[in-house]
């Protein structure tokens, strides 16, 4: 079973920057498309940014040129570096990855954007 574990969430002032990792367990990290999402109270999840594995990216319009998604195959980590947050990025953000069809999800960590 892959266990996708986040860490790297907390509070930040407006204008902050965090910068959130997954580490992924198992031997196929490499070819896994991995993303991440958010879900703030009474939202839905969303999609925030997504690498796959020949580290081509997509991100969100609403954090286009502020967050940026990046992989270590050597370490099965990805990571979501998070610049000039806003109190609207508050939310609980998920680590998923996987392949079509066999995706797992991570336990989240909440990123809290206030003064």
């Known amino acids: 079973q892959v266990q996708l574990v986040e860490s790297g969430g907390g509070l930040v002032q407006p204008g902050g920057s965090l910068r959130l990792s997954c580490a992924c367990s198992g031997s196929f990290f490499s070819i896994y498309t991995m993303a991440w999402y958010r879900q703030a109270p009474g939202n839905q999840r969303d999609l925030v940014a997504t690498?796959?594995?020949?580290?081509?990216?997509n991100y969100a319009d609403s954090v286009k040129g502020r967050f940026t998604i990046s992989r270590d195959n050597a370490k099965n980590t990805v990571y979501l570096q998070m610049n000039s947050l806003k109190p609207e990025d508050t939310a609980v953000y998920y680590c998923?990855?996987?392949?079509?069809?066999?995706?797992?999800w991570g336990q989240g960590t909440q990123v809290t954007v206030s003064s």
């Open positions: 690498i796959f594995r020949g580290g081509d990216t």
């Open positions: 998923n990855g996987g392949l079509p069809g066999r995706d797992y």
